[in-house]
């Protein structure tokens, strides 16, 4: 559901930013003990709000959808860890560009960590012919929450697993992308759209920056709003 949803905003992203480029990133932390996943999730979710201020992600990163992956560890531990899709300006890879050892160390200070934390990024290929690149980078981020595998592997540990994470949201979004598929949700049932001669049409969905409320809002006007 959320591959689709992304899928079907990108052209509206590609449209006010066609320049923007797209960065994977992953982020992780050491295995922890299942019955302490609420807690290490948690402190996961404040420290990527110390991120998204940091200069070197305010400054370069329009807009993002992070997703969260738990594996079970040899041990019966679990292994929570983020999966980020990122647009960012095309001046990232000049002056704003930020090395894979930059990466790790902010994502070490933001998480409060005493060791060096893996942390993987790479460039997503502009779309052009089949897209398969950025495909493949949205079906990375937006795949499952808990492999098939680990969810029959442990009765205990699913069961543990089901009441760490209740509740819990496993996919956010922040900026361009954020207004974008909140928009897309809120007129998700009215996509369908008829012709004068009462035929299926392709929706066209437009928006604009609004200054009061500080975000982009479902707009009626064809042309392409002027980002501040």
């Not at 902010?106 to 060791?115: F, G, H, M, S, T």
């Not at 592997?153 to 974008?180: C, M, P, Y």
């Not at 049932?189 to 035929?199: A, K, M, Y």
Request: charged share 25%.
């Amino acid at each position: 559901m959320w591959q689709a949803r992304l899928w079907k905003v990108l052209p509206i992203v590609e449209q006010h930013y066609p320049t923007a480029r797209w960065i994977f990133l992953t982020l992780t932390v050491r295995n922890c003990p299942v019955t302490k996943l609420r807690t290490t999730l948690q402190l996961m979710g404040l420290a990527w709000q110390r991120l998204t201020k940091r200069p070197e992600f305010a400054g370069n990163v329009i807009g993002w959808i992070r997703s969260t992956e738990v594996t079970r560890g040899l041990d019966g531990s679990a292994h929570p860890h983020f999966h980020v899709l990122m647009m960012v300006r095309p001046s990232y890879f000049g002056k704003g560009y930020v090395k894979q050892e930059r990466w790790t160390e902010l994502w070490r200070q933001c998480a409060r960590l005493n060791y060096q934390p893996i942390v993987d990024v790479r460039a997503v290929k502009a779309r052009h012919g089949d897209g398969e690149p950025l495909q493949g980078a949205v079906a990375e981020t937006l795949k499952y929450t808990v492999k098939p595998d680990d969810l029959v592997a442990d009765r205990e540990w699913l069961l543990e697993l089901t009441a760490q994470v209740h509740k819990l949201r496993f996919i956010n979004s922040g900026g361009f992308l954020k207004d974008v598929i909140q928009e897309l949700e809120e007129f998700e049932d009215d996509l369908i759209f008829f012709d004068e001669e009462g035929e299926g049409g392709e929706p066209e969905l437009f928006f604009e920056w609004n200054r009061r409320i500080r975000r982009y809002v479902r707009s009626k006007d064809p042309s392409p709003p002027q980002p501040s």
